[in-house]
């Protein structure tokens, strides 16, 4: 506890070693071990100066590849100012490679209890460029490392399954084996994948599956993964591709599971939207309400019955940034019961210090309201008893 409060940090990363794929992918698969290979072709420096300009002379660090092909599709400037971030924060991304790092970091910041989200693997698993069987490899042998890893902690480290989309129906018997597994949440990227999106038909098995047996499904975004995303069919750099892929990915992916009739059909479901702020909710849930719902509802009568503020009311949350302007403001708006918190710790696009950053908002949200967000409401999005 921090003050008085207990926290559960619903959007975190483990750092996954290169070691994991090599031990856990089946031998048929092995060749498909990701490892870091240089960045980009062989060059002279006239032609780096030319095309890099005053970013030449810094080093490109290597970058996780597959067969010599990267697992991402960032721009070279980009990823060399992500290295030199990563360079100030080595011991932090260091400590979200173990167990103990983890619990370390935890220990220091008052975190209780932490969703364990991946890094690599979603790049991997999330790829339009590889088959089913590929994917899903990757996938299965992430979920049976993060298993391991939780296993440490089993009451303070939840580890959510990592699905691989490129089969639809092999995703209920993926989802099956993680509930013989124990884990009872799923993590899935909100984009487009093998250009079938959320709620396409051929998922209906999948949204009945997780309903039956009330699993929670986290949504969330990573820029330049090989998938259709929100930026990247427009900008070339990282800054003008990360600003839209997470925010409109979220908002999009709302849409798709209220537009095509998932939360309709499932309306036990839990949905989490993270690392997008909330700042946008507001006006999305009002668009939709009363601009879209209040003059095409005839479009989508038997899918959507109802006004889709009160689908995400019934059903869904939202991760607030701690440093989101008007924060109080989106509280009233949205409803702490419908708000939860995470670090995206180790990640560079946030700071070391969210956990303190949050506990600044006691004064202006209430303690009421705190309380709610850093664990009563997370505990109900991952249908955890936090009285336990």
């Known amino acids: 506890m921090r003050d008085g409060f207990r926290i559960m940090d619903v959007d975190r990363h483990v750092m996954e070693p290169i070691s994991l794929w090599p031990a856990y992918l089946p031998a048929r698969m092995k060749e498909y071990a990701p490892r870091l290979a240089p960045f980009g072709s062989p060059e002279t420096l006239t032609e780096r100066i030319h095309r890099l300009g005053e970013y030449a002379l810094l080093p490109t660090p290597p970058i996780l590849s597959v067969a010599g092909e990267p697992i991402m599709r960032v721009p070279e400037a980009g990823y060399i100012e992500l290295g030199l971030v990563a360079a100030r924060r ?11 790092g983890h619990l370390a970091e935890m220990d220091a910041t008052g975190v209780d209890v932490a969703v364990l989200l991946p890094t690599y693997a ?11 069987e590929r994917s899903r490899a990757y996938a299965h042998a992430y979920n049976r490392w993060l298993n391991d890893f939780c296993s440490n902690a089993p009451t303070r480290l939840l580890g959510p399954a990592l699905l691989s989309r ?29 250009d079938r999106t959320l709620s396409a038909p051929a998922h209906a098995r999948f949204w009945a599956a997780c309903e039956h047996h009330a699993i929670t499904v986290l949504l969330h975004e990573g820029t330049h993964a090989r998938v259709s995303a929100a930026g990247a069919d427009r900008f070339e ?21 209220l537009e095509g009739g998932v939360l309709e059909a499932h309306p036990t479901l839990r949905v989490g939207l993270l690392e997008a702020g909330c700042g946008f909710l ?32 019934r059903q ?12 109080d403001r989106l509280v009233t708006e949205i409803g702490a019961a419908r708000m939860v918190f995470g670090t995206d710790f180790p990640h560079l696009d946030h700071g070391p210090g969210m956990v303190g950053d949050m506990m600044a908002h006691q004064g202006a949200l209430g303690a009421e309201a705190l309380r709610t967000i850093l664990w009563e409401s997370a505990c109900n ?7 336990a």
């Open 90 to 100: 080595r011991e932090n991304l260091a400590a979200a490679e173990t167990p103990r």
């Open 122 to 132: 979603s790049f991997l698993v999330h790829d339009d460029a590889v088959d089913a």
């Open 166 to 194: 490129h089969d639809p129906e092999a995703m209920v018997d993926d989802l099956e084996q993680a509930v013989r597994d124990g884990q009872r949440s799923v993590v899935l990227r909100p984009n487009p994948v093998q």
């Open 237 to 257: 750099t990282r800054f003008g591709q990360h600003a839209c892929s997470h925010p409109m990915e979220a908002m999009m992916a709302l849409l798709s599971l």
């Open 282 to 313: 507001p006006y999305w849930l009002w668009r939709l309400d009363h601009v879209e719902y209040s003059q095409m509802r005839g479009e989508v009568r038997g899918r959507v019955r109802l006004p889709p503020s009160e689908y995400f009311q």
């Open 316 to 327: 869904c949350w939202i991760a607030l940034e701690p440093n989101e302007p008007m924060l």
């Open 381 to 387: 999005l991952m249908g955890i008893d936090g009285r």
